[in-house]
């Protein structure tokens, strides 16, 4: 029988690295695509490979032609039965300050990338009896922020994009669902972050592995919009019903403080 694969897209850390190792806890082969010289190799110590096969595939994402480079070797050398559009970035600055590279990145990677790469693995998966998507979103999704502009703008696109396709193939053997996850911890800076905000910041707060855990078992149970837990569920329901006129401008005054802290403490 031909092996099936799992393709991961930013696997080299954080919650790309949680989902690799979730995964190969079910004995899912892997193609990890990461950065250059960003640890994706490392990873593969942590996995029991006496009972999976582990691909890696280096490369930038952000730059088209190593997105159709990437989907072509995939589709070329394995059966992929379930991709993981994980690879993401964002930032908090004043957008007169963003430049060109810093945008066009975001845009690249969040938006262009993600679609490209679902786009040219879909026929693939389309070959399998079962295959299943999940994109990772954000609760950034469900508001506009003030000092972040372009990224809840570009996690929107995947959250409509993903329900979007979710029912345009419902009538066939891919599954398509989407994560949004609030806080993370995924390193003390993070954490400390985080706790400046506040309380409200803290809600849903969760670790990348329980986050890639929880995000894997309900999409074996195919449910589409995947909610965390109830702390990820109440934040969304806040971001229903709150009143973006008070919405807005609390959370981009909490993301205005942390530049400002930022700022002195740089100083």
């Given at each position: 029988m031909e092996k099936e694969y799992a393709l991961i897209t930013g696997a080299s850390k954080g919650l790309g690295k949680s989902f690799a190792l979730e995964l190969s806890k079910l004995n899912i082969n892997l193609i990890l695509v990461g950065l250059p010289n960003e640890g994706l190799r490392e990873i593969i110590s942590e996995i029991n490979t006496s009972d999976i096969d582990v691909q890696i595939h280096e490369t930038d994402l952000t730059l088209e032609h190593n997105v159709i480079e990437m989907t072509k070797w995939a589709n070329a050398n394995?059966?992929?039965?379930?991709?993981?559009?994980?690879a993401g970035i964002g930032g908090s600055k004043e957008f007169i300050d963003a430049d060109i590279s810093y945008l066009?990145?975001?845009?690249?990677?969040?938006?262009?990338a993600l679609t490209l790469i679902t786009r040219a693995l879909l026929p693939n998966l389309l070959l399998s009896p079962k295959s299943y998507i999940l994109n990772v979103?954000?609760?950034?999704?469900?508001s506009p922020i003030g000092y972040k502009t372009v990224y809840p703008a570009s996690k929107a696109f995947v959250h409509h994009f993903t329900?979007?396709?979710?029912?345009e193939l419902k009538d066939t053997n891919v599954f398509v669902s989407v994560v949004n996850p609030g806080p993370m911890k995924t390193n003390e800076e993070v954490i400390k972050r985080i706790t400046n905000h506040g309380a409200l910041a803290k809600i849903g707060l969760l670790s990348p592995d329980k986050v890639a855990a929880i995000s894997i078992r309900q999409l074996l149970k195919r449910d589409?919009?995947?909610?965390?837990n109830f702390g990820n569920g109440l934040s969304?329901?806040?971001?229903?019903?709150?009143?973006?006129w008070i919405r807005l401008?609390?959370?981009t005054r909490a993301v205005k403080k942390e530049l400002l802290l930022e700022k002195i403490i740089a100083t």
């Open positions: 394995f059966k992929i039965f379930m991709l993981i559009n994980n066009s990145k975001i845009i690249q990677l969040n938006v262009l979103s954000s609760m950034a999704a469900f329900r979007g396709l979710n029912q589409d919009m995947i909610m965390l969304w329901l806040l971001m229903k019903i709150i009143p973006i401008p609390l959370m």
